[in-house]
């Protein structure tokens, strides 16, 4: 078949009475360059937050007088509503609609954030932490699947995915970042206050851009909600209660008898549900189950490095915030590149698996390597292993994410889009749980501080973790085994041929600021999209 007979839906675009007139400042954000900035702006915001307050976390503990157990609950609290409440998310965007859903969570987040930056006791930021994963839960979901609705399957999607996926990877690295610059440079509190008018701006521009996704008649699956929430809270509470209190411990043991006994539950209740909150259809590919599966083990291996290695900048080679934020550079322009790399070049040439087992080989390596710290380790030697990290999570990360949308239809987009979301956030905080737990049976209650950061105390240390990088390590090979073993995925030549189609109809058409096609108006026929609100459009 020639490559000019293979058509693709195109991204739908507006009408000039949807858009306005394009000179106007509305016509000019009806755009999908500015969708785009939408959806990638708040995916940034929600993710930045599962790692901005790490190298704050001694400014937040003196601030507030919080205890050394209560510290741990400042990253806990916003992981655990976050990756709890993602199911729920996802249903809220089916049945209320999208674009009401991604505003109402982008309003809870902001409104939280400046109330924890105001927080004067330890409880008030934990609620705030608490509701900024709320407010995270209801917008991750419905951002993605906002944007598989408007962009088909093709190198548009791909494109797409790709820059979603490249401001996934690269969040918790830039949160870093923003961290130790904030807190040295302003205050701890600026690394919630910061979300504010970014999350302003997206909800002010949201409310233009964003149209409404059609409405569903049905009702909440309940029972499925809060089994799959306290089911998945539980499990990480004993996990985190695990590396204080040991494996033996009531509180450890029955958090995570409770937890399994949940999931179970939701299982069988989502059997027997006439609209479940997470289709079960849904794991009937192995391909994206085993795609989900593998995206949270590297998600646990990248976020065990990001506390790990920030941590060992800080109290055993003696950085600053500041510093160790900025040591943390080299990651998301690795993600950046890499993933733009796939997204434009490699997916259209290499099987998708090939792409995935070469991502995920790559951040094997930089684990492994990072596996040999010790008190004179180099930044340089540490920055091979960071460029690493961030290389093969572009290059997984893009092809992992398409896999786990591959044949998902329109009414089950935001459930699947929710369930990339829940393992990215659960994938990262049980990893985080289970290596805490593995550097505590190591290095016993050696401290991550400057006080033990001489003699026995500091070998002790590091060669905790030393081996807590290579227990890290591990979750890669799991998820290179599994993915070698049980995707099946087509061959790249139909790709390739839409892509050359794509190409020419790119040239005729012409693209905007991000790649994406921009149509004359009145050139699209059927069911155009919508990019203007049309409630604002006069």
């Known amino acids: 078949m020639s490559t000019t007979s293979i058509v693709r839906s ?9 858009q306005g007139d394009p000179g106007t400042l509305r016509g000019r954000l009806s755009r999908p360059s500015v969708f785009l900035f939408v959806i990638l702006t708040s995916q940034l915001m929600v993710v930045l937050d599962t790692t901005i307050v790490n190298v704050a976390l001694p400014h937040i503990e003196g601030g507030l007088h919080f205890s050394g157990s209560g510290l741990s609950w400042v990253l806990n609290a916003y992981l655990l509503t976050f ?13 209320l609609g999208r674009r009401r859903t991604f505003l109402t969570g982008i309003a809870i987040f902001s409104l939280s954030s400046l109330l924890g930056g105001f927080a004067v006791t330890g409880w008030m930021l934990l609620s705030a932490r608490a509701f900024q994963g709320v407010g995270a839960a209801l917008a991750a979901p419905s951002s993605l699947a906002l944007l598989t609705t408007v962009f088909a399957e093709g190198s548009q999607r791909v494109r797409a995915i790709g820059l979603f996926t490249t401001v996934s990877a690269a969040g918790g690295a830039i949160g870093l970042v923003a961290g130790g610059i904030l807190t040295e440079l302003v205050s701890w509190r600026w690394v919630m206050f910061v979300n504010v008018p970014i999350g302003l701006v997206v909800w002010l521009v949201g409310r233009v851009v964003l149209v409404e996704t059609e ?48 999931l179970g539950a939701f299982v069988q209740v989502e059997r027997r549900a006439q609209e479940p909150i997470l289709p079960l259809r849904l794991f009937n590919s192995a391909t994206r189950t085993v795609a989900n599966v593998s995206r949270g083990l590297v998600y646990a291996g990248m976020f065990g490095m990001f506390f790990f290695a920030g941590q060992f900048l800080q109290d055993v080679q003696g950085y600053s915030p ?41 951040v094997l390596v930089s684990l492994v390597l990072s596996s040999q710290l010790h008190a004179g380790f180099s930044y340089g030697q540490l920055l091979v292993a960071l460029v690493l990290l961030g290389v093969g999570s572009g290059i997984s990360l893009v092809s992992l994410t398409t896999a786990s949308l ?19 956030q659960v994938g990262a905080a049980l990893g985080l749980a289970v290596l805490v737990g593995v550097l505590g049976a190591v290095a016993g209650h050696s401290q991550l501080s400057s006080s033990s950061g001489a003699g ?83």
């Open 322 to 362: 500041l510093r160790a934020g900025l040591a943390f550079l080299p990651v998301p322009f690795s993600v950046f590149v890499s993933s733009q790399l796939v997204s434009k070049v490699l997916a259209s040439r290499f099987r998708p698996k090939v792409l995935m087992l070469t991502g995920i080989t790559t």
């Open 215 to 262: 409405r569903r008649n049905g009702h909440f699956d309940v029972a499925g909600a809060l089994t799959s929430t306290l089911g998945m809270g539980s499990l990480v509470l004993g996990l985190v209660e695990a590396s204080t209190k040991g494996w033996t411990s009531m509180t450890t043991v029955a958090s995570l008898v409770v937890g399994v006994a949940l």
């Open 456 to 538: 026995v105390a500091t070998h002790t240390l590091v060669h905790g973790l030393d081996v807590t990088f290579a227990v890290a390590a591990l979750f890669a090979v799991a998820a290179f085994g599994l993915v070698a073993a049980l995707v099946r995925l087509p061959a790249t030549e139909p790709a390739a041929a839409r892509v050359v189609a794509e190409g020419e109809a790119e040239a005729a058409a012409g693209e905007d600021g991000f790649g994406f096609e921009v149509e004359a108006a009145g050139a699209c026929t059927g069911d155009c999209f919508e990019w203007a609100d049309p409630d604002l459009v006069a």
């Open 10 to 18: 195109r991204p739908p675009a507006a009408s000039r009475s949807q």
């Open 406 to 424: 591959a044949g998902v239809g329109p009414d089950d987009a935001g459930a699947a889009s929710g369930l990339v979301n829940v393992m990215q």
């Open 83 to 95: 990756g709890g409440l993602l199911l729920l998310g996802a249903r809220c965007g089916d049945l």
